[in-house]
């Protein structure tokens, strides 16, 4: 995040501004910010973070009708049914491992 967070914030900046302090910022942000390859990669990025979401829902629903570990009816409905457990496991697995 923090280095999406700074290649979009530093591209309305001029580059001279750092070319000698930071040289090597200077020479990796002159590469993503030519041409199309800062879309390209938010892009990319965004398409990386959906497909992973999406494959963890289709490989860790529920099957209709499954028991864990004899828990009380109520506690299957509230996180299978609900799709809870889906949604936390999903938000830890999927989306804060690709972010990082």
């Known amino acids: 995040e923090g280095g999406q967070g700074s290649l979009v914030g530093l591209a309305p900046v001029n580059f001279d501004l ?27 990025r965004q398409f990386m973070v959906i497909f992973i979401a999406f494959v963890i829902n289709l490989s860790g629903a529920p099957l209709p009708g499954s028991k864990l570990w004899g828990f009380p009816q109520i506690v299957m409905d509230i996180f299978l049914g609900s799709g809870l457990a889906m949604i936390l496991m999903t938000a830890q697995m999927g989306q804060l491992n690709s972010q990082v």
């Open 18 to 44: 750092y070319k000698d302090s930071h040289p090597t910022t200077y020479k990796s942000t002159g590469t993503c910010h030519r041409g199309d390859n800062l879309d390209r990669y938010l892009m990319g």
